[in-house]
């Protein structure tokens, strides 16, 4: 099977094409630092032959964080603990990319008493919080902060850094015209509206150098008509940042104005039948056709058939996954042995909880 032939992308080698795609565990401190749950749900999943593991987001900023029991990289003091987290899951064969996030206005998380940055002073369509609008100084601060974080990340022997730019958090919402009401050089165009990017990708490349792996997540498509980032400029943005020298981007979509949308969340229910699976993989196709760069796609990943067909006819190389494996940790080495029955996940989307995200199915039961 092509999806189990081995890669490389720069200096990593990848033992197969599957990747787990970032999952916050609500499993880390109240500071962001790793629990003995958090820990022992990892090394299950790179015993469980995935072949790269994106960490849950990480907040860059001490004073801001999206989600409770979130990973922290905004302090030098971080390096040793993921030295040796990192160290654990490269003994069981897996690659450790650690994603970066700025959260921003996708948040209902302590909001009151805490500055809030994003593009624009505009409500967040699910969660109601209006963020204070950033100025040149506050873009500059941020940009230095993603650097130090993605400087440490690969002081700590990560293979490489992802930025977490989809799903509302503050990167996709530059890119869309409902957040990013800006006249500056930050919003108009869609060349403006990546800039905030742009500098943090030079910005990082100028701490780890050309060769380290640097990834993004970000959006196909919001699916968001006006409001949203279309096709079309995701490939402007994605073409920008190849030419910057990102390793391989992961595309995900959709948007969280679920009232109006209900059918274009990033993390769609419901997607048992074939022809509902990898739901963002024919955009992400079109996309990575103008790309030279590696393209991962995400979202609603559950057959291998279907998956080996994408490998065939479109660009597509890998495929990352993130509430199959939370439900199944062991699903490639099931895949590798010649199982393909189903994934135990249904994707019922029930995997929040406040004391660790995990799937319904392995939470104790009440009695
Ligand atoms: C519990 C949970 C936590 C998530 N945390 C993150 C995250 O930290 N960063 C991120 O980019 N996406 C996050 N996602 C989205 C997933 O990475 C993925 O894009 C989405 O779930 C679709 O993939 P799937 O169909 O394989 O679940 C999360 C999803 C779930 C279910």
């Known amino acids: 099977m092509k999806l189990f032939e081995t890669t490389q992308l720069g200096p990593m080698t990848l033992k197969n094409r599957l990747w787990r795609s970032a ?9 962001g630092h790793i629990t003995e749950q958090l820990e022992k749900t990892y090394i299950a999943l790179a015993k469980g032959g ?13 004073d801001e964080q999206p989600n409770p029991g979130m990973l922290g990289i905004y302090d030098d003091a ?77 002081e700590a022997g990560f293979d490489g850094v992802q930025l977490h ?38 910005a990082i490349r100028e701490e780890v150098g050309e060769e380290y792996p640097v990834l993004i997540k970000m959006h196909c498509s919001d699916d968001w008509d006006e409001h949203g980032l279309s096709v079309e400029e995701s490939m402007v943005v994605a073409k920008g940042l190849e030419r910057l020298g990102v390793s391989a981007i992961e595309f ?26 990898s739901y963002f993989a024919k955009k992400t196709a079109e996309i990575a056709k103008h790309l030279t760069i590696p393209v991962i796609s995400v979202g609603g990943h559950r057959t291998p058939e279907v998956l080996e067909t994408l490998l065939e006819e479109t660009p597509i190389q890998y495929f990352s996954f993130s509430r199959t494996l939370l439900s199944e940790p062991d699903l490639p080495n099931r895949w590798q042995s010649g199982d393909y029955g189903k994934p ?7 995997c929040w909880h406040p004391d660790g995200n995990i799937c319904i199915l392995d939470r104790p039961k009440k009695s």
């Open 23 to 31: 999952t916050w565990l609500n499993m880390a401190d109240d500071k």
């Open 50 to 62: 995935v072949g790269t593991i994106i960490t849950g987001y990480a907040f860059v900023r001490e």
């Open 78 to 154: 971080f390096i040793p603990e993921y030295k040796e987290f990192v160290q654990k899951l490269k003994a069981e064969g897996a690659n450790v990319v650690m994603q970066i996030v700025y959260g921003g206005s996708a948040t209902d998380f302590q909001p009151e008493g805490r500055t809030i940055w994003g593009p624009s002073a505009v409500p967040h369509p699910m969660f109601g919080t209006i963020p204070t609008e950033m100025s040149q100084a506050d873009i500059r601060t941020l940009v230095a902060d993603f650097a130090r974080a993605a400087r440490r990340v690969k």
């Open 165 to 202: 730019g989809a799903h509302t958090y503050l990167f996709s919402q530059f890119l869309s015209p409902y957040y990013n009401r800006r006249q500056d050089e930050y919003g108009g165009s869609i060349e403006n509206r990546g800039r905030i990017i742009f500098e943090t990708v030079r």
């Open 252 to 277: 995900s979509g959709g948007n969280l104005d679920t009232t109006n949308y209900p059918e274009a969340s990033p993390i769609r229910s419901g997607i048992i039948k074939q022809e509902k699976q």
């Open 344 to 350: 135990r996940c249904i994707s019922c989307s029930k």
